[in-house]
């Protein structure tokens, strides 16, 4: 059975939303550690949800809590992040259309 066989666009696209919502939390909660002086969450961590999926919720949590939009080279390694997946997306986009059914 092949992976695209169980991946479905709806899975997929809960996936998503979840990982999104996991990455947005994750900058809101740093954030808000900074402000209070608690322990941060690692730059590697916010990167990760990142590169999980969460690319979309990272950008929306940085632009919303106004964290870390500055900061390099977490920002050039986020906007690589982001760059990998929309050409790894262009790439399933044609692999799949031309998938034999």
Known sequence: MAIFELVTAEWLTYYLIGISFVS????????WYAE???SRISEATLLGWA???????AYAGRQIFRHKTRKQPFSSDLHF?????????VFLAVYLAEWPD
């Open 24 to 31: 947005f939390a994750a900058f809101g909660t740093d954030k």
């Open 36 to 38: 209070t002086g608690q």
């Open 51 to 57: 590169l999980l999926g969460g690319t979309l919720g």
């Open 81 to 89: 992040i982001a760059a990998a997946q929309l050409v790894l997306l």
